[in-house]
């Protein structure tokens, strides 16, 4: 028996952008955005795993991040970066080298400055994580360090080459 996993990006996903500061770290990484809801994704490759042969926290706890941040800019009809005042994860169970994890925001509470969020990170076996987290809401569209403006994870690829 051999323990080699090789999955597969599913349909509907397409690779994230790379510039995006820290997030590049997940590399290749996915998204899909639909409507008000977007889930984030990768196969797990070397550089994502810890000496155990597993997904690394880290990685589980960044792709959490971007999910539920993203989650509830949507939520609110806004497109720019919103700074995680709290995030909280359980570990559950590993995710393995070749494994598909998917990342989804399942619950979403919007207040006037603040956004509030719980979801999961799945891979073919069922849940890995369960996560929570508080994002500030500024009042202002998002800054880069060169100059653009917004949430590179929500642009769109005609974006993009604009900015």
Request: hydrophobic share 35%.
């Amino acid at each position: 028996m051999s323990d080699n996993i090789e999955e597969a990006v599913p349909a509907g996903f397409e690779q994230l952008p790379t510039g995006l500061g820290y997030t590049d770290s997940l590399q290749p990484s996915y998204r899909r955005i639909e409507g008000d809801s977007a889930s984030f994704g990768l196969l797990v490759q070397a550089q994502h795993c810890n000496t155990m042969g597993i997904c690394h926290g880290g990685v589980l706890m960044t792709l959490a991040d971007i999910t539920a941040a993203t989650g509830t800019n949507l939520a609110r009809g806004v497109t720019s970066g919103s700074p995680t005042v709290h995030l909280s994860i359980d570990f559950i169970s590993s995710a393995r080298l070749g494994q598909w994890l998917r990342a989804d925001v399942e619950q979403v509470s919007v207040k006037r400055r603040f956004g509030f969020c719980s979801g999961g990170i799945y891979n073919s076996d069922g849940v890995v994580a369960r996560f929570n987290g508080t994002f500030y809401f500024p009042d202002h569209k998002g800054m880069w360090k060169d100059g653009r403006r917004g949430d590179g994870v929500l642009q769109q690829p005609e974006q993009e080459q604009e900015n």
